[in-house]
Every structure is written in C-alpha cells, then in structure tokens.
C-alpha cells in the first residue's frame, strides 16, 4: 500500500509527489499526459527561465522520481474508499491501495465527483467547477485532499506548484502526527 496517491503529475501533482517521496513517504502518482501545462510557455515562473510547457513538466516528473515516487502513465477510471480506511485506484492498467489521496487535476473534478467528493462553482475564469477544501487541502471525505487549480488555486504554474507543495506537507505532517518541515542547507 502507497502512503499517498496523487491523480495528476501537472505542477500542484508533481510538486506535491516531490514532497510526499523525500519525506519517505510512499509515493504513487498517476498522470494521463493531458495537463493544460503541457500547452503552455511560461515566463513567469520563479527561478526559472522562460520555458515551454512540457520542458517543465518533464523537470518535475524527473524530480518526482528522484526521490523514489512512482510515476504511471494511466488513466484514472474509477475510486472507491474501502472499509473507510483507505482508497483503492482502478486505472486502465491495474489497481493501487493508497491510505491518502491527493486530487491534483488542473481543471477536472470528474474523479472526484465519481468518488462523491464535495465540488463547488469555480473562482477562475475558464474553471466550472472546483473541489470545496478547507484551508489546508482538505476536502469533504477523510483522508482525501486536493491541490492547485482543482482547489480553487490560480491555473499559474508557480501558484499551483507551491499550492502542491503546501498541501503536501500538511498530508506528510497528518502522517507523521507533528508538523512538517523540509528545508535543506548548503553542503560544504
């Protein structure tokens, strides 16, 4: 079983991945390689020069799985929440166990509506509908959480990553039942 199963390898997807597999966390992240990312050119993201779409997808995918996360290249078809103790993801390939799940996808709520998670009016232009969280990423069903344009974050590649990574640690620190904080130094 994968401590945390993320649907969407786009920036919210990939960056929280990044964060749930070096904290040791056992990472599952399931992508179908249609991110609106994936058509854009970014020249407004920190640290970053100007970059096309799937260049910055593929740096993030890479840093994902640096650190021991499992990238699928699948589809999502269907979630079920099993014995109220943790979720089984059915994809064009197989099934996975995971004891979180993280909704990373950009402007879809379809799998979480099929899974019975509570969705509200969209707060951006071109976004119908996104999933209700509280302030920590949290949504209406235990243990499943959201992250960037899907929970209502500005569709920026900067702001979904950084909401990716902040949902992340607050799903590492509910695992570790104290707050979490990753924050490395300079090696000499």
Do not use: C
């Not at 390689?33 to 970014?42: E, L």
């Not at 993201?45 to 840093?63: F, I, M, R, S």
């Not at 979180?100 to 509200?120: D, N, R």
Request: no cysteine; aromatic share 6%; hydrophobic share 35%.
């Amino acid at each position: 079983m994968y401590d945390i199963g993320i649907i969407g390898a786009g920036p919210a997807g990939a960056s929280a991945g990044l964060f749930t597999a070096k904290a040791g966390k056992k990472t599952l992240v399931i992508d179908h390689g249609k991110s609106i990312t994936a058509k854009a050119w970014v020249e407004n993201h920190y640290g970053v020069d100007a970059v096309e779409g799937p260049k910055l997808l593929e740096t993030g995918q890479q840093q994902l799985t640096k650190f021991g996360a499992k990238l699928k290249s699948e589809e999502v078809t269907a979630i079920h929440f099993k014995d109220g103790a943790y979720y089984e993801i059915t994809t064009t390939e197989g099934s996975y166990q995971v004891e979180h799940i993280l909704f990373a996808t950009g402007m879809s709520v379809k799998a979480a509506e099929q899974l019975g998670v509570k969705t509200t009016e969209g707060t951006e232009p071109r976004v119908a509908k996104i999933i209700d969280t509280d302030e920590h990423g949290r949504t209406s069903l235990p243990k499943a959480w959201a992250a960037g344009t899907v929970a209502g974050k500005s569709v920026h590649t900067i702001i979904t990553a950084g909401h990716g990574a902040e949902t992340a640690v607050n799903i590492i620190s509910q695992l570790n039942g104290k707050r979490y904080v990753d924050h490395d130094i300079l090696k000499d």
